[in-house]
């Protein structure tokens, strides 16, 4: 499975971005999506996930602010983000855990500049 992110931009604060990650290859038949950031000098952070049934979960620095929108299809997910702060900036990865084959794989990542 590949992983590829897109609509990593440089937007105000305060802003709205989109990114999109898909998938190609083989699905797993029981997977869980995952978005991470990473911010300069700082550690990979959990953003939010979805599991395949899709329930999604948001963590709560990005609460409130985040999503994951339902309209996606399979092989996609995407992270809705809104009232972007600088702080949001970052290195956005998603990953594709197969729970069954204990493989877990990962984008390359779409930076995110929050900035005005």
């Known amino acids: 499975v590949q992983l590829v992110e897109s609509g990593g931009d440089v937007v105000q604060p305060g802003g709205t971005l989109r990114l999109s990650c898909t998938a190609s290859?083989?699905?797993?038949?029981?997977?869980?999506w995952k978005w991470y950031r990473q911010a300069p000098g700082k550690e990979r952070e959990l953003v939010a996930s979805?599991?395949?049934?899709?329930?999604?979960t948001i963590e709560d620095p990005v609460k409130g602010r985040f999503s994951i929108p339902r309209d996606n299809g399979k092989n996609t997910v995407d992270l809705q983000m809104s009232s972007l702060q600088p702080e949001d900036t970052a290195a956005y990865y998603c990953?594709?855990?197969?729970?069954?084959?204990?493989?877990?794989?990962w984008g390359e990542g779409t930076r995110v500049t929050v900035s005005s």
């Open positions: 979805k599991t395949r049934a899709g329930t999604t």
């Open positions: 990953s594709l855990e197969d729970i069954w084959g204990g493989t877990t794989y």
């Open positions: 290859g083989i699905m797993p038949s029981i997977y869980m």
